[in-house]
């Protein structure tokens, strides 16, 4: 019969080991799980590169417009640009009024 004790103390100890070991690995997972995000809108446009701000953070970039032109998609045209964990749009409404069309492109390319 104390065999049978120690046998599921030493079973208990196991289970509480690793029930901690999950929220240790569930808490490791937290930390990186959330990607950083912003929502960037024109400062000023230049002949090599464009500033952004987030308006959620205020962290300000700056890009070179070689980049921009690559991030251009024709997938975002007509929609209004997403924050950065979804896609690359938010770097492309140059024009700033919240929808990615031919206006932005414009402003990309004739600059
Ligand atoms: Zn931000």
Excluded: R
Excluded at 51 to 59: A, H, L, N, S, V
């Amino acid at each position: 019969m104390k065999k049978l004790k120690n046998l599921i103390s030493v079973l208990l100890l196991a289970i509480m080991v690793c029930s901690l070991s999950i929220f240790a690995y569930a808490a490791e997972i937290n930390i990186d799980e959330p990607k950083e995000s912003h929502k960037y809108t024109v400062v000023s446009i230049n002949e090599n590169d464009i500033t952004y701000i987030c308006d959620d953070c205020g962290d300000t970039v700056n890009i070179p417009k070689s980049e921009i032109i690559v991030m251009w998609n024709i997938a975002y045209v007509n929609k209004p640009p997403q924050p950065t964990d979804v896609d690359d749009s938010s770097y492309l409404d140059l024009h700033k009024d919240n929808i990615i069309n031919a206006k932005d492109y414009a402003v990309l390319t004739h600059m």
